[in-house]
């Protein structure tokens, strides 16, 4: 169990997530790995500084509870160190990776749909689908024209730095273009593990209850926008809007939030808006 999140084995040496596409796990982004991003020098790994996309888990298991801390500290502190190689190499070539988190089925990929076909598809957008099993989202997005690449993550509850590298090298981003990374569905681990990403947001719909940043603080806390979405639903639920933004507000003072309806087009111009500011703005790194 991984220390942190208690989501399958984070330590264990194996590979332990399954993809729909092949990759070398060998090689850094930086590196010549045969897949287009960044051969030569550039922002890969430093000789013997164990940066390794495929296998940053490592073999910190320890036999019993009084190792927790150390493991975790270790887990993170590697993920980071990773998550910052990512954050360079993407601000080298002016992409914004914009994080997408929520829980199971507050219409984040329905949102992403809609979005890329506004956007026009094409080289400038492309995406990481993050699952637990199946790649059904990835082939929901491709159909519309973005190119895509399924991370499953087995028993994992999360997308951690190392997959995000993986996805990158076979994605190749064009420069100045946008990655969006659709997360697992969780509310907790998704928030402990830095990417690289560029923005942190979190999509919630009005059918969860006006409680959600209260139960889960630290994942609002880390966003850098909160995307309301199912507006459409408002007048068959209970869902106070002045109290969830109180709610919100406790936790992220100065979070945006923006009110969609993903299926109907309610709010997205505001968000393309929002998007467009981060595209437009110099991005710096994600620190929460």
């Not at 928030?191 to 603080?217: C, H, N, Q």
Request: proline share 8%; hydrophobic share 35%; glycine share 14%.
């Amino acid at each position: 169990m991984c220390g942190t999140c208690g989501c399958a084995e984070y330590g264990d040496p194996g590979h332990d997530h399954d993809h729909d596409h092949d990759h070398d796990h060998d090689q850094g982004i930086g590196s010549d790995s045969g897949h287009g991003i960044g051969p030569g020098p550039g922002p890969g790994p430093a000789p013997g500084s164990g940066y390794d996309p495929g296998h940053g888990r490592g073999n910190d298991r320890g036999p019993g509870r009084g190792r927790t801390v150390a493991v975790e500290q270790r887990i993170l502190a590697r993920n980071d160190d990773l998550a910052e190689l990512n954050r360079a190499w993407l601000a080298g070539r002016g992409v914004l990776a914009v994080n997408l988190m929520s829980s199971p089925g507050s219409g984040k990929t329905t949102l992403l749909e809609r979005t890329i076909r506004d956007m026009g598809g094409g080289p400038g957008v492309s995406v990481v689908e993050g699952d637990q099993e199946t790649a059904f989202d990835a082939e929901r997005i491709r159909a519309t024209g973005c190119r895509a690449v399924q991370v499953n993550t087995g028993a994992g509850c999360h997308l951690d730095a190392a997959m995000l590298a993986g996805a990158l090298r076979e994605l190749d981003p064009a420069p100045g273009s946008v990655v969006f990374v659709e997360n697992v569905g969780n509310l907790v681990c998704p928030a402990l593990f830095d990417l690289g990403e560029s923005r942190r947001v979190v999509i919630m719909s009005v059918t969860e209850g006006t409680d959600k940043p209260l139960k889960y603080p630290h994942m609002f806390r880390t966003a850098d926008a909160v995307v309301l979405n199912k507006v459409d639903l408002l007048p068959y639920v209970d869902f106070p809007d002045e109290l969830f933004r109180d709610h919100l507000h406790r936790v992220n003072p100065a979070v945006p939030v923006i009110p969609v309806s993903a299926t109907r087009g309610d709010g997205v111009a505001a968000w393309h808006a929002w998007l467009r500011h981060q595209s437009g703005a110099h991005h710096p790194p994600h620190h929460r």
